[in-house]
T-cell receptor, first 113, second 118 residues
Framework: QQPVQSPQAVILREGEDAVINCSSSKALYSVHWYRQKHGEAPVFLMILLKGGEQKGHDKISASFNEKKQQSSLYLTASQLSYSGTYFC??????????????FGKGTKLSVIP | DTGVSQNPRHKITKRGQNVTFRCDPI?????LYWYRQTLGQGPEFLTY????????KSRLLSDRFSAERPKGSFSTLEIQRTEQGDSAMYLC????????????????FGQGTRLTVV
């Protein structure tokens, strides 16, 4: 089942902060965050494991609440280069020894000067 | 290694024709995924391989779609009797998964093959 992302779109001015949320109805093994710019392949940002781990990448960080099956991506002091569509990918057991990586519909982030 | 490579980058085909796409993953990666992405949507899971074994195929996937990874290296995705609804970007991704890391490693995406069915 596809994770649900919110908001669907957000517009920021340079320097502002944003939070993107991702939730799943399935027990998750890990959460993956990617950013995709128009016409390009998704680019990996970070993976979060079970245990409420919070990771950071420059001014982009994320958390994972295993109990709630939710993850949030935090973008602080946004830069023009942060513009793109952000996808969360959730890894969950799909039966018969198989794990599936399923992506949400994405959150389109636009940073303006 | 320059990353995940997909060929062709673009394909225009007439409805009813068969098409085949190729994906060359990062050489040491044992896991390979195929996704389909339409405008404004996230990558939709199609299938994935662990080495040469196809471990899962999306229930939404028509029987017209088939994928192979014969030697556990490159993979092909074939669509038979294409329909206009098959028009999309087809993405391949690979990762290195182990018993201990499972899915806790990043998946690298290729540039995709854009299919247009006319």
């Amino acid at each position: 089942q596809q994770p649900v992302q919110s908001p669907q779109a957000v517009i920021l001015r340079e320097g502002e902060d944003a939070v993107i949320n991702c939730s799943s109805s399935k027990a998750l093994y890990s959460v993956h965050w990617y950013r995709q710019k128009h016409g390009e392949a998704p680019v990996f940002l970070m993976i979060l494991l079970k245990g409420g781990e919070q990771k950071g990448h420059d001014k982009i960080s994320a958390s994972f609440n295993e109990k709630k099956q939710q993850s949030s991506l935090y973008l602080t002091a946004s830069q023009l280069s942060y513009s793109g569509t952000y996808f969360c990918g959730t890894a969950a057991y799909s039966g018969a020894g198989s794990y599936q990586l399923t992506f949400g519909k994405g959150t389109k982030l636009s940073v303006i000067p | 290694d320059t990353g995940v490579s997909q060929n062709p980058r673009h394909k225009i085909t007439k409805r009813g024709q068969n098409v085949t796409f190729r994906c060359d993953p990062i050489s040491e990666h044992n896991r390979l995924y195929w996704y389909r992405q339409t405008l404004g949507q996230g990558p939709e899971f199609l299938t994935y391989f662990q080495n040469e074994a196809q471990l899962e195929k999306s229930r939404l996937l028509s029987d017209r779609f088939s994928a192979e990874r014969p030697k556990g290296s490159f993979s092909t995705l074939e669509i038979q009797r294409t329909e206009q609804g098959d028009s999309a970007m087809y993405l391949c991704a690979s990762s290195l998964a182990s018993f201990t890391t499972g899915l806790n490693t990043e998946a690298f995406f290729g540039q995709g093959t854009r299919l247009t069915v006319v």
